[in-house]
């Protein structure tokens, strides 16, 4: 029952992750794209929280299609980011469109991939639920990084 719990306790802390992360895309060049990029998570991570058996839905199928497209993706950036250097890599809209697809993809791994028992999955879930939103907050509300964000970033929430 706590196992349970905690599982739909981070499903819903990522639904409100990837809903705000959708959110702010309004301000990207290429909104539609990212909409949807974070837009799907947010209706799987919905669904999990709210559904008894969201292992066999229709959502899960959708979750792991937009798996598939979201590996394939930060492949294809990867394979365009040769010349970046790593330790400048969140200071490149690139850097930081393949960081947000990386969390995509490790929540939606975690999603369809998680076992139905073992205590280590809903520990897993929290951290990596809590995690990002913690450094995202970092990033969008510690004055010292706010002039390193780039133009269309600032002001977003």
């Not at 879930?125 to 004055?143: E, M, T």
Request: proline letters at 6%; a negative charge; aromatic letters at 10%.
């Amino acid at each position: 029952m706590a196992q349970q719990t905690l599982w739909r306790a981070a499903n819903f802390v990522f639904a409100a992750f990837f809903g705000l992360a959708t959110y702010v895309q309004k301000n990207d060049p290429d909104p539609e794209l990212w909409m949807v990029a974070y837009g799907v998570p947010t209706v799987v991570c919905l669904v999990t929280a709210v559904s008894d058996n969201s292992d066999k839905s229709p959502v899960q199928a959708l979750a792991g299609a937009h798996l598939l497209a979201c590996v394939a993706a930060a492949g294809k950036m990867l394979s365009n980011m040769t010349s970046l250097q790593s330790t400048y890599l969140l200071h490149s809209e690139e850097g930081r469109e393949l960081g947000g697809l990386l969390l995509v993809i490790t929540w939606l791994l975690i999603t369809t991939k998680r076992p139905s028992s073992g205590s280590w999955t809903p520990l897993l879930a929290v951290l990596v639920s809590v995690v990002p939103v913690v450094l995202w907050g970092y990033y969008h509300f510690y004055s010292g990084l706010v002039p390193l964000q780039p133009e269309h970033c600032q002001g977003a929430i």
